[in-house]
T-cell receptor, first 114, second 111 residues
Framework: NAGVTQTPKFQVLKTGQSMTLQCAQD?????MSWYRQDPGLGLRLIHY???????DQGEVPNGYNVSRSTTEDFPLRLLSAAPSQTSVYFC?????????????FGPGTRLTVL | EDQVTQSPEALRLQEGESSSLNCSYT??????LFWYRQDPGKGPEFLFT???AGEEKEKERLKATLTKKESFLHITAPKPEDSATYLC????????????FGGGTRVLVKP
């Protein structure tokens, strides 16, 4: 098992550009989510999905879109990048039922918006 | 609104000097409390899940405990390789799998 994979590892964008952060998991997990991690603010939930075709907003969804067409993939789209979106982005996945619902995190994408 | 507060923010220990990290939480109906370890430049790595007050779990030099208002992560006789940021997160019963994280405790163990 590769676990949770994310690409790219690093990305620099100019203000106004769009891009997609990729996330994939090979553990057949129903639940997938995106977090951003900022100094002093910790990890904050952007969007999540409880299964293919089902997505919902987290704590900080503005400026981001997601879709879930397959169980394995959960891409995060930045529509028009802003400097405030400079952050480290983590994708995570889990089963949905306790006691096996611990979330497994990917290695992260470090994004800088100039 | 769920709140999770970790203390201290940073902890410097000598090798072998045991200590405890605190995670206090406010949540209406705890579904689970999770501890993660995060190394610089990497994603959080799962350590423990605790579900009910009084529960304890151990892994090597780490032991996690849970009460109705807080959790402790005890590090016994730490080694330099235990240096990391330790994150606490809670799941509320009505929120499904969503996690609310604390700010973390940075632990540095000096040889």
């Amino acid at each position: 098992n590769a676990g949770v994979t994310q690409t790219p590892k690093f990305q620099v964008l100019k203000t106004g550009q769009s891009m997609t952060l990729q996330c994939a998991q090979d553990m057949n997990h129903e639940y997938m989510s995106w977090y951003r991690q900022d100094p002093g603010l910790g990890l904050r939930l952007i969007h999540y999905s409880v299964g293919a075709g089902i997505t919902d907003q987290g704590e900080v969804p503005n400026g981001y879109n997601v879709s879930r067409s397959t169980t394995e993939d959960f891409p995060l789209r930045l529509l028009s990048a802003a400097p405030s979106q400079t952050s480290v982005y983590f994708c995570a996945s889990s089963l949905t039922g306790a006691p096996y619902n611990e979330q497994f995190f990917g290695p992260g994408t470090r994004l800088t918006v100039l | 609104e769920d709140q999770v507060t970790q203390s201290p923010e940073a902890l410097r220990l000598q090798e072998g000097e045991s200590s405890s990290l605190n995670c206090s939480y406010t949540v209406s109906g705890l579904r689970g409390l999770f501890w993660y370890r995060q190394d610089p430049g990497k994603g959080p790595e799962f350590l423990f899940t605790l579900y009910s007050a009084g529960e304890e779990k151990e892994k090597e030099r780490l032991k996690a405990t849970l009460t109705k208002k807080e959790s402790f992560l005890h590090i016994t006789a730490p080694k330099p390789e235990d240096s990391a940021t330790y994150l606490c997160a809670v799941q509320e019963g009505a929120a499904g799998n969503k996690l609310t994280f604390g700010g973390g405790t940075r632990v540095l163990v000096k040889p």
